[in-house]
């Protein structure tokens, strides 16, 4: 078995797809293919299923994604600690972020601290604060940036920056709204695990109203879709100020005048792990430039 085959099937055994692994990978279908195929021969046992025309994870092959998920973690590692040796001149940086810190809050932090150590690789995966949390509590992230806080305790949960979450409707819905009458409106909302989500149930109950009895019209997986959906109807959303403002000031969106409370952009990371040079470089490089 090598290091090579072991991520090979990882790749394989994540997408549950051959092609994409090997775009992934930057190799062919066939070699991924022949890499598989070569494990199964070898050790007399059936890593995946044919099922349709997809392919699935077999018992077996469950059990060695784990073992092999380990021991890449700890191959990478060993790599991390030999780049700490040349002070920053190579090694990866991985950061999950949820969506709207990712696209409109640390680009311009990325670009700069790419700049400042050019031989360090970042490797920056968006989910949403359910998601990031459980990249850095498994070790894949060693960063993670979310809205709000996360309730785990093997994380260690610091404000990096603060927001403002704002709501907004279409421009053609010139009604007059006040938070009492948040509670008989027609809302799009973010996904539930999202931190946008989060912050907005906990700012309607401080109002005294129940998000679980809202008329949610929609439910979308992303900032883009959600701008997209309102601004072609009459419900309402709530989204980062950051975000909605130049909609707002070319007439697209109108804000309305409720104001919520700010809600923090939250560092989380493991309080057990071992920080590598270029993940403890970054965070005080995000908190200088915060």
Avoid at 204 to 223: A, G, M, T, Y
């Amino acid at each position: 078995m090598t290091f090579e085959q072991l991520s090979i099937f990882v790749a394989v055994a994540e997408r549950q797809h051959l092609t994409q692994a090997a775009s992934a990978l930057r190799l062919t279908p066939s070699a991924v293919s022949a890499s598989v195929k070569a494990l199964e021969t070898f050790y007399c046992v059936k890593l995946f299923d044919r099922v349709g025309r997809g392919i699935q994870l077999t018992r077996e092959g469950a059990v060695l994604l784990r073992e092999a998920k380990e021991t890449l973690a700890r191959v990478k590692a060993t790599e991390a600690v030999l780049a700490e040796l040349g002070r920053l001149k190579t090694g990866t940086l991985d950061i999950h972020a949820s969506q709207t810190i990712a696209n409109y809050w640390l680009p311009s932090r990325l670009l700069g601290f790419s700049h400042a150590y050019p031989g360090i690789d970042i490797d920056l995966t968006i989910g949403n604060t359910i998601t990031v949390a459980a990249a850095v509590k498994q070790g894949d992230a060693e960063l993670g940036f979310i809205e709000g806080m996360v309730d785990e305790p093997t994380l260690s949960n610091s404000m990096i920056a603060s927001d403002r979450l704002v709501l907004v409707v279409g421009s053609e819905n010139r009604d007059d709204i006040e938070a009492g009458d948040l509670g008989r409106l027609k809302w799009i909302m973010r996904e539930a695990g999202s931190g946008t989500r989060s912050v907005l149930e906990q700012s309607l109950r401080e109002l005294h109203i129940d998000p679980s009895k809202l008329d949610v019209s929609l439910v979308l997986p992303s900032n883009e879709a959600v701008l997209s959906a309102v601004r072609s109807c009459g419900c309402v959303t709530a989204l980062s100020e950051v975000i909605v403002v130049p909609f707002v000031e070319n007439g697209q969106l109108r804000m309305l005048e409720v104001e919520l409370p700010p809600r923090r952009f939250t560092l989380l990371r493991h309080k057990e792990r071992h920080r590598t040079a270029p993940a403890r470089e970054f965070e005080a490089f995000c908190r200088a430039h915060a």
